[in-house]
Structure formats: C-alpha cells, structure tokens
C-alpha cells in the first residue's frame, strides 16, 4: 500500500491534508459560516434603523411608551412583557443546550425531553410576537397626521402624587363619530379590482370638533424636547395645528402610516421582528424534524448526535440576534 | 465519548463541576444581566442621564450589557470556548470586523443627515 501513495513531504502538518485542521465536521464548520452571514444580515436592518434613527434623532418614537401592553392584564407596564420573551428564548436555549450535552453522553431520552421543551419554549416565542404584532397594529390612543406626514398624539394634563404628568387620551374619548356620508368601499357592490382599506372611525373635522370642546386635552407632537419627553403643545396651538396641518386621522400602525410616530418606525419593527420571528419559526420547524429523528432513534444508530449539535447552533444564533434586537428596539 | 469542555468563566473566577452545572450557572448570569436592563430602563436613573461621547450613559450601558451576553451566548451555549483558535477567529474577527464597519458608515452617514436637517436650509414641515 504504501508506494501507491505520493510523498509530499508534509505529512504530520497541521494544513498538510488528510486530518481536520479545525477539529470540526463538515457539517457543524458551514452552520457557523451561515451563521456569520445570517448575523450580517441582521447587522444590516439594525444598522439601517440605527441610520433612519439618526437621521430622525430629535423626534424617533420613545419604545417604552409603545410597547406598554401585557396580555390579559389592563394597565401600563413597560417592557414587562419583551423581557419576559427574552427570559423565555433564553430558557429555551438552555434546553437545548442541555440536550447537546446529553447527546454528548448517548441519553436518547434526555434529548428527547430537552428538545420537547425547546420546541415548547419556541413556540411560546412565536405566539408572543404574533401577539405584539396584533397589539401594535391595532394600536391604542389614535392620533392625527399632519400634511408633512407628521403624528400629532392627544392627552391631558393630571396630577399623580402631586406631581404634572402628561398622560395619554384615547381619540374615542373626546371624539364623537357624526353620520358619514361616505360608505367604505367594498368588492361586492363597487369596482370588483378595487380595494380599500378600513376607513378611520373619525375624520379630522370632527376630531377638532372633539378637541374644541374639550378644554383639558392638549396636542402632543412628535419633536422630543431636552428633558427627554415629546413636546406639548398649549392650548392655542393645539387647536390651530389640528385646524391647519391636520390631514388623517390614523388609529394603529401599518407600512404606511404608524400613530405612535414616524412610519419608519413601524417599517422597521415589522421587518427586523419579523425576520427574526421568522427565524424562530424556521427554528421550531427544523427543532421538531430532529425532535421525531431523536425518538426514532435515527442519531442512536448513527452513533452520534452532532446533528443535534448544529441545529442547537441554528437556535442559540436565533436567541443571540434576539438579544441584540432587545437592546437597540426596545431599550436604547 | 470523551468532550473535552472548559468549565471555567469569568477568566477561572468561577468553575463548575460538569458541564450541566456550568449551563445553569450561566443562565443564572444571563438571567441577572437581562433583569439589570429591564429595571435601568423602567426607572431610567438620573445619574445615567449624561451624555458619554455623544450617546447616554444609559445607552452605553445597554450595549456593553449586550455584548456582554452575546459573550455568554457564543462561548459557553454554542460552545465556542471548545473550538480551535482558528475557527473561533474566522467567525468571530470576521463578524465584528464588518460589522463595526458597517455600524460606523450608516451611524456617521444617519447623523450627517441630521444635521442638515436641523442646521441646515431644509425647514421641517408640518
């Protein structure tokens, strides 16, 4: 056998070939390098809302008093709810990691246990973010945009503790909807090709109408001042800006217009969450394929359980953008 | 099958017994950190309010936290302590490397246009 083989004269060098200079498969070596592409990606939509957020540093939408909402619960809590979906990712990415060191140790029952749980763990993610969707497109307050596509936002003035605080009112609680003349446009007795979207519940005369008989209601814009907090507007000007720059009454937020500030606001929670809650989906999906090759037994035949390994890869990369996508939406 | 795990961190502050002990030590430290952001940023404390080169101190505190945890995450859950030096450097020096670039061109570029609007002749409109 051995004058069959060429010489080359490296033999027993760490790059000479024929061993694995990185002491990793194949495999596990290209997870990590999709990895590194997957995380430019997403260093590409954070950056560019780093960019937009910049470029709209004096009047970007303060997150705590967007996301303010739990389910079930009534009331203010921010960020409750966002950490308490990080807690669960993370915990998530302790079970898999726990079934990675147990299929270190051949445990076919163990793996199958922690990788039930981080599908449970997954799926609880997803479910959450569907939910913050839906929350953050029905939106809570409404607000008018203005000509410039500016967001002017309502509330009053109360004293909590015998302090001044600005606190938000709903449109519906000083606007009264009038008889409108003008019937929201649908497929079946209209033009078949033509949709529309739902027609806001009140229009802009009436919302000034609201507010000229409400004395206690203040216009808030979208312009942060040096304390930090958007800048109310007094009385004359409210009623003035409502009048002249008041164009569309918007209530929740889509990819065109967005109540609680500037649109790209909402662009971009849509896009980086979603492509990150894609991910998780895309996660639990591959999760659960390995979940029935784990009770099927295909890795105790295989002897090895590195696939297992590279998919716990896939899943903490999820948790780890995650991370990164707390800090730069919902707290900086 | 003998896998070889280093089972220590904090630079050997700590050391675990097994590899399971050392999963759940993390978590623990992951835990704190992420409860130390969420509370920072409910109360917002006055004292990390001023400015540290051009962002506040609070920001800076935020992703420093971050990175912090993205440590944990890639060493110790995705087990990058356990790979060769060579592995770990083409990922990880690759990644930030064009990440900070990236980071640093649109920030820049993003605080440019800023100024323009808010100094220069374009006037906001309402």
């Known amino acids: 056998m051995d004058n069959t083989v060429a010489n080359t004269g490296t033999e027993g060098k760490t790059w000479g070939g024929g061993n694995q200079p990185l002491k990793a498969s194949y495999g596990k070596m290209m997870m990590w390098f999709f990895i590194v592409s997957d995380a430019l990606t997403f260093s590409g939509f954070l950056a560019a809302y780093g960019f937009s957020r910049f470029k709209f540093i004096g009047s970007w939408p303060i ?62 993610f997803v479910g959450s973010q569907a939910w913050e969707w839906g929350t953050f497109i029905k939106g809570d307050y409404g607000a008018v945009q203005t000509k410039g596509g500016n967001i002017l ?112 606001f909402a662009d971009f929670f849509f896009f980086i969450t979603g492509f990150h809650g894609f991910h998780v989906f895309s996660g639990v999906v591959i ?12 890795y105790e035949r295989r002897g090895s359980y590195e696939m297992v390994e590279k998919v716990g890869l896939y899943w903490h990369f999820v948790d780890l953008v995650w991370v990164f996508v707390f800090t730069f939406f919902y707290l900086v | 099958m003998a896998h070889a795990h280093k089972l220590e961190i904090l630079r050997g502050l700590i050391k675990f017994k097994s590899n399971t002990q050392k999963i759940w030590g ?47 995450i890639t060493w110790d859950f995705m087990h990058m302590r356990d790979e060769t030096k060579a592995l770990r450097r083409m990922v990880v020096w690759t990644a930030v490397f064009l990440i900070c670039y990236l980071v640093f061109i649109l920030l820049q570029e993003g605080g440019y246009i800023e100024s323009i609007y808010s100094s220069g002749f374009v006037k906001r409109d309402f």
């Open chain 2, 26 to 72: 993390v978590l623990i430290l992951l835990s704190i950190i992420t409860a130390v952001e969420v509370v920072l940023g409910i109360y917002k404390p006055e004292w990390a309010m001023g400015k540290v080169i051009g962002m506040k101190l609070l920001n800076w505190i935020f992703i420093i936290l971050t990175i912090v945890k993205a440590y944990y």
């Open chain 1, 63 to 124: 997150a705590d008093e967007v996301f303010t909402h739990v389910p079930f619960f009534h009331g203010n809590y921010p960020m409750i709810y966002v950490a308490f979906m990080t807690f669960i990712l993370i915990m998530s990415s302790v079970t898999m990691v726990l079934a990675v060191d147990a299929g270190h140790h051949m445990k076919k029952n163990k793996v199958t246990w922690y990788m039930f749980l981080t599908i449970i763990g997954g799926l609880i």
């Open chain 1, 287 to 298: 999760n659960i394929i390995i979940f029935f090759n784990v009770i099927l037994g295909t």
């Open chain 1, 153 to 264: 936002q309502f509330g009053e003035y109360v004293t909590v503790e015998g302090e001044q605080k600005f606190k938000r009112v709903a449109l519906g609680d000083f606007v009264v909807a009038e008889e409108k003349y003008r019937t929201e446009h649908d497929r079946k007795n209209g033009l078949w090709f033509v949709q529309e979207g739902t027609l806001p519940t009140y229009t802009v005369d009436e919302v000034y109408k609201g507010l000229e008989s409400h004395s206690n209601v203040l216009v808030r814009t979208q312009i942060i001042n040096d304390e930090g907090e958007k800048t109310v507007l007094s009385r004359e000007e409210s009623l003035m800006q409502i009048k002249n720059n008041g164009k569309l009454v918007v209530e929740g937020a889509n990819l065109h217009v967005n109540e609680y500030g500037t649109s790209l």
